[in-house]
């Protein structure tokens, strides 16, 4: 229990010193985020202005956990981009300083960052602190709180194993003396009590001692018992040898004088034996309690008091009169002793000062030196110095009273001794005999047993809620929906048809329903949080479903049978997977006959030629289709040749179209001779390679993620099953097969530079970059 308790505080102290140590890791990568905008904000015409870097998103992203935020306010107060209540807590501040602080953002705790920068504009002479604010939820944090915890209390644990087993086995070893302890008590005889004399080991003959101690103990409750019990057989003789001898004797008489003498000797023994049976059994009865130890706590004042009182009683009762003054403090006088034992001890002195004192006596307790001190005086002719000694010696009797029994002084001495106090003989100044009992006071203590109790009870409420907050929590099952699932996605419905049968022959309790929507339309409503009756999404734009997913919008699948780790760049947070990844090619005429460019270099060298071919090239709306954006903006992050190709299309006076899809077909109308950055399953499902040639650009090739996730506010319980199913192998060579007709053409085995979900994407969402996106985007490509 001990080591529970103490390894539950230990595991608190660590995970605490995890969860330090994580959020100071974490806080750096934040602030450096922070510092990364920061350093980008800007006075133009009047206007703040902000480029958030790539790098930015990127390094709030690598865990592909974490949900993050931010916020850049003009030196007003006034939202320049970003959530525009985030942070709102902070109010404003001024000075480059960052600051951290705990918030909420969505009903999620997230960790805040926010600093400042002082910007002035050249024109207009405009001038103030901007805010940046950044934040991020904590799932990374504690992931790693939870990894730093395991380290350090793994290892712990293996050790507290190790050394409990060699702790086991040393105290097996150390307590393997207690057998022969053992052997030495099974041979001996019940009336053997010596000590027991073995060569043990410290901690052993600790206990050997105490065993000792009580056979010693014992052996003297023993020998206090013969001794009663020889003392009864020697002195009973004598008084009941002369009640015989007495009664036959007085059988004998015939004389009444001396019948009556007879008599009156017989009373004489009667009485001796009585007292003395009295005394033998008292002496009996107060062994038994001494050596038993027990004791309790009174008042030492009233219980003198009352054995006074009852002792007047009996004196009267025998036509004495006395007068016994009895002073006392007016306080109680506490003391731990066994009651009983210390009454006849009290009456025994008192019966002794009643029998032989002969005159008036007193009583007076005090308190000295931490004892009670109780002290009986009588009048009478004392004790000659010589014979102080054996006056407290069994059977010592005074000849000049035959009456007493010389057990009386012997049992006080006995009990007070017990008590562990003492008992002594004083000259009062006034002349007769004192007695003086000491026994020691009580201190005022705690009781233990309730202290025990508390303690008991607190590790049991400990533990129970170790039990209650651990794994043996009993959680409620969900119990499993039947009916309608629905399902949305951007393909046509005879194009998704063998998603739907697949998905119909796995779960054949569902009544599976289909829905065609953008990635657009889709993310409209579930911003707006309308109502949307979908169970699953599958989406194009990684973008968008990143920004769903960023919003709180998507629900946790928690597919444990799935490969796929939550760090790499086909999941982000257990909520958003990747189905598959679409490459993006470059489309021309089969009736080009001249070398065909295989990298973007050679593209836009051939477009910024005089070639008539290339004059009919066209290129999708990057302002219009989500799927061309997110493609525009990963082809700039990784070269400077898209602007180049931008430029190009727009000397050769491109022709723009609104989808990919509508693209391929003109290229298959023979409208246009070259097309960049089309998505493979455009073209393939499309069905219209045969018009064109597919290139598959040598320098790099964008992998476009197909994503899915399954919406907040869905209330199946089998969408987790479902979208499991689909990201499967046999799941995946399913939706491979809508994609592109076949589960893996050969044209499709390289090497793609996969687009990863994650945070990231968010930048170019941004609505100061996105706009300062496509202003460039259209300016080259409408310029001629």
């Not at 935020?69 to 807590?89: D, H, I, K, Q, S």
């Not at 009062?428 to 009870?457: F, M, N, Y």
């Not at 190709?645 to 109308?669: D, K």
Request: aromatic letters at 8%; charged letters at 20%.
């Amino acid at each position: 229990m001990v080591l529970l308790v103490v390894g539950f505080f230990l595991v608190l102290a660590i995970r605490h010193n995890a969860s330090t140590a994580a959020s100071e890791a974490f806080d750096r990568v934040l602030e450096a985020s922070a510092l990364s905008i920061a350093d980008t904000v800007a006075y133009v015409d009047g206007e703040v202005t902000v480029d958030i870097p790539y790098s930015a998103f990127a390094i709030l992203g690598t865990s592909r956990l974490t949900r993050i935020f931010y916020r850049v306010a003009a030196p007003n107060g006034e939202v320049v981009t970003g959530e525009p209540v985030l942070g709102l807590e902070l109010g404003p501040f001024s000075g480059p300083e960052i600051r951290f602080v705990d918030s909420t953002m969505q009903d999620e705790p997230i960790r805040l960052a926010a600093v400042g920068r002082y910007r002035s504009d050249a024109t207009t002479g405009a001038s103030g602190w901007i805010t940046v604010l950044v934040g991020e939820t904590r799932e990374a944090r504690d992931l790693l709180t939870g990894q730093l915890t395991a380290n350090a209390v793994l290892p712990a644990m293996a050790v507290a194993i190790c050394a409990f087993g060699i702790i086991w086995v040393g105290i097996r070893a150390a307590f393997s003396p207690l057998r022969s302890i053992e052997r030495n008590l099974s041979q001996r005889t019940p009336s053997d009590l010596d000590p027991i004399s073995e060569n043990l080991p410290r901690e052993i003959a600790a206990f050997a001692r105490a065993l000792n101690g009580f056979m010693e103990r014992l052996a003297s409750t023993l020998d206090g018992l013969r001794r009663v019990t020889a003392d009864a057989a020697h002195q009973f003789r004598t008084p009941l040898t002369a009640l015989r001898a007495q009664a036959e004797l007085a059988l004998e008489e015939t004389d009444l004088e001396s019948i009556r003498r007879r008599l009156q000797k017989i009373h004489a023994n009667a009485v001796t034996a009585s007292t003395l049976a009295t005394r033998l059994l008292a002496d009996a009865t107060l062994l038994h309690a001494i050596k038993s130890g027990e004791t309790r706590r009174f008042d030492f004042g009233a219980l003198a008091e009352s054995v006074l009182e009852r002792t007047k009683v009996d004196a009267q009762t025998d036509g004495s009169q006395y007068a016994i003054p009895f002073d006392r403090p007016a306080t109680p006088v506490w003391i731990d002793a066994d009651a009983t034992s210390l009454s006849e001890a009290i009456s025994n002195v008192l019966d002794n000062a009643f029998l032989y004192g002969g005159g008036p006596t007193s009583i007076v307790l005090t308190v000295s030196n931490g004892s009670a001190v109780l002290k009986i005086i009588d009048r009478g002719p004392g004790i000659p110095q010589d014979q102080r000694d054996i006056v407290f010696e069994r059977f010592e009797r005074n000849s000049l009273f035959p009456g007493g029994s010389g057990l009386g002084l012997a049992i006080a001495k006995d009990v007070v001794i017990a008590l562990g106090g003492t008992i002594t003989l004083e000259d009062p100044p006034d002349g007769g005999l004192g007695v003086v009992i000491r026994v020691p006071v009580s201190t005022e203590g705690k009781r233990p047993g309730s202290r025990r109790r508390r303690h008991s009870a607190s590790v049991l409420t400990i533990l129970a809620a170790l039990v209650l907050s651990g794994p043996w929590a009993v959680q409620p099952a969900r119990a499993q929906a039947r009916g309608a699932f629905s399902i949305t996605a951007p393909f046509s419905p005879e194009r998704f048809r063998p998603v739907i049968d697949a998905l119909s022959a796995r779960f054949g309790e569902l009544d599976f329903v289909y829905y065609q929507a953008r990635s657009a339309q889709v993310a409209a409503r579930l911003s707006a949080r309308a109502p949307v009756d979908v169970d699953l999404v599958l989406m194009a734009a990684p973008d968008i479903a990143v920004s769903i997913t960023n919003q709180g919008l998507a629900a946790p699948l928690g597919i444990a049978s799935l490969d796929i780790q939550s760090g790499s760049e086909s999941a982000w947070r257990g909520e958003l997977f990747a189905l598959a990844f679409d490459p993006a090619v470059i489309l021309v005429s089969k009736g080009y006959t001249a070398p065909v460019p295989t990298t973007r270099l050679d593209l836009a060298q051939a477009l910024e030629s005089a070639r008539g071919l290339f004059k009919r090239a066209g290129i999708v709306n990057v302002g219009v289709d989500a799927v061309s954006y997110a493609l525009a903006s990963q082809d700039s992050l990784r070269s400077p040749l898209y602007w180049r190709l931008a430029a190009a299309f727009g000397s050769s006076q491109a022709r723009i179209y609104n989808t990919s899809a509508e693209l391929v077909e003109a290229m298959a109308a023979g409208e246009i001779d070259i097309a960049y950055n089309v998505p493979m399953s455009d073209v393939i499902g499309g069905g219209f390679t045969a018009s064109f040639q597919v290139i598959i650009p040598q320098d790099y090739v964008l992998g476009l993620p197909w994503t899915c996730f399954v919406p907040a506010t869905s209330d199946s319980s089998m969408a987790s099953a479902v979208a499991g199913y689909l990201l499967s192998p046999k799941g995946k060579e399913v939706v491979s097969n809508v994609l592109w007709r076949v589960h893996r053409p050969q044209v499709l085995e390289i090497e793609e530079q996969k687009i990863a979900l994650g945070p990231e994407l968010l930048v170019y969402l941004d609505s100061i970059k996105r706009s300062n996106f496509l202003d460039a985007w259209f300016e080259l490509v409408t310029s001629p």
